[in-house]
């Protein structure tokens, strides 16, 4: 390495194909060989028609395979970082049963992340924010929430409470409507 140069850090997000993509594109390997194996049976073109369809098919089976392998090695080397997930996880829950709100909140919205997007840590940091009397922040996790999950009656009806001490009752009959609509969790 020259001196003075710094490597890019390897953030480990690499290639992000869609396996719809890939299904797509092996269909389309697949259809585009037996076109031109069938031309070329008939004698349109000039290549040999079963040679053509067995390539097709293997080219097909190898993107396939090989998108499915690197899937499968982008989420087992996510593996680690589920674990360490679930710890802290649990040391929050720890802190929830201790009505230690603070701590557990800590915990939550450092799970939940910038993107809001772990569905557990979410509705716990919304209930830790309900304890504390934070009506906006419980808004806002509960809606997050509901984007990830908007089939939960008990979270319209933690929203709905959020409006009304807002004083937002229309927005707390619209999410009292959305909860009355979706069946009672047993």
Same mark, same amino acid.
């Given at each position: ?10 953030? !480990? ?7 719809? $993509? ?5 269909? &389309?390997? @697949?259809? !585009? !060989? ?17 040679? @053509?369809?067995? @390539? ?18 982008? @989420? ?7 674990? =360490? ?6 040391? !929050? ?5 201790? =009505? ?11 799970? &939940? ?15 830790? $924010? ?37 004083? %937002? $009752?229309? %927005? ?15």
């Amino acid at each position: 390495m020259m001196p003075g140069i710094v490597p890019p850090d390897d953030t !480990g997000e690499g290639i992000n194909i869609r396996p719809k $993509y890939i299904g797509i594109a092996a269909i &389309a390997i @697949v259809f !585009g !060989g037996i076109i031109i194996a069938w031309l070329s049976a008939i004698g349109i073109l000039p290549f040999d028609g079963p040679m @053509v369809l067995g @390539v097709t098919i293997l080219a097909a089976t190898v993107l396939v395979c090989c998108a499915s392998a690197i899937m499968l090695g982008s @989420v087992a080397s996510k593996m680690p970082q589920y674990g =360490e997930m679930e710890i802290r996880f649990d040391e !929050g829950m720890e802190h929830y049963k201790n =009505e230690d709100w603070e701590n557990a909140l800590l915990i939550f919205t450092e799970l &939940a992340g910038p993107k809001l997007n772990h569905k557990r840590a979410l509705y716990y940091s919304a209930r830790c $924010y309900e304890k504390m009397n934070d009506w906006e922040s419980v808004k806002k996790f509960c809606n997050a929430y509901l984007i990830l999950k908007p089939k939960d009656r008990e979270v319209w009806e933690m929203l709905a409470d959020a409006h009304k001490k807002l004083f %937002e $009752y229309g %927005e707390a009959e619209d999410a009292l409507e959305r909860a009355s609509k979706l069946p009672e969790e047993k």
